[in-house]
């Protein structure tokens, strides 16, 4: 059974420090991961999606590599911001014949001005 | 394109009481899926549909839940019999094409159950 696992459960930070926000996964055998990012009583807004076959995604500030043989991913934020504080999560797809995320708990960010 | 929707935002019934949750996918979008999500945890699948097919159901999804896809657009959840421990934001996503597509989350419902 695939668990997905985020450590630390918070995390804070002063502003402008570089950061990296740890997922690991049981099983390697994943079809891709997505990273999310959930305001307090939000939905989710998707910020990177890695497919297997792919070592890492970037986006502005954001880059998240994966590391299949391993079991994880990270998600790396550059020059952090008090916008960024938030819920960071990340979400495992098994295979192609199922739809179903399975997420891990999340990472709650706050970076402090 | 004005994203995923769903209705209503906020909804308290009372226990035993049955609630009827909607979601309006982004335009064009084939796949539709459900999650639950409680405090402090990631959310939780609960069941998807590609077009007006179901095509997969989590054990969570007990015989007091139902959802639907009627023509393929949006979609209805179902609560009967609420209990306390259905107490949850409620999220539905959406994505277009095969199953390596991103999906993308409305802002989900919050349920509390009295």
């Known amino acids: 059974k695939q668990e997905v696992t985020q450590i630390p459960a918070a995390l804070s930070v002063p502003e402008g420090e570089n950061l990296v926000l740890n997922c690991s996964f049981t099983?390697?055998?994943?079809?891709?991961l997505q990273w999310f990012r959930q305001d307090p009583g939000k939905g989710l807004t998707s910020l990177l999606l890695?497919?297997?076959?792919?070592r890492e995604q970037t986006s502005g500030r954001l880059n998240a590599s994966l590391d299949k043989s391993s079991g994880r991913s990270t998600l790396y934020i550059a020059a952090s911001q008090p916008g960024d504080s938030a819920t960071y999560l990340c979400a495992v797809r098994v295979s192609s014949n199922t739809g179903k995320l399975i997420f891990g708990q999340g990472t709650t960010l706050q970076v402090k001005p | 394109d004005t994203g995923v929707s769903q209705d209503p935002r906020h909804k308290i019934t009372k226990r035993g009481q049955n609630v009827t949750f909607r979601c309006d996918p982004i335009s064009e979008h084939n796949r539709l899926y459900w999650y639950r999500q409680t405090l402090g945890q990631g959310p939780e699948f609960l069941t998807y549909?590609?077009?007006?097919?179901?095509?997969?159901k989590s054990r969570l999804l007990s015989d007091r839940f139902s959802a639907e896809r009627p023509k393929g657009s949006f979609s209805t959840l179902e609560i009967q019999r609420t209990e306390q421990g259905d107490s949850a934001m409620y999220l539905c996503a959406s994505s277009i094409g095969g199953p390596d597509g991103e999906q993308y989350f409305g802002p989900g419902t919050r349920l509390t159950v009295t």
């Open positions: 099983d390697s055998a994943i079809y891709n």
């Open positions: 549909f590609q077009n007006e097919a179901q095509l997969e």
């Open positions: 890695i497919q297997s076959s792919q």
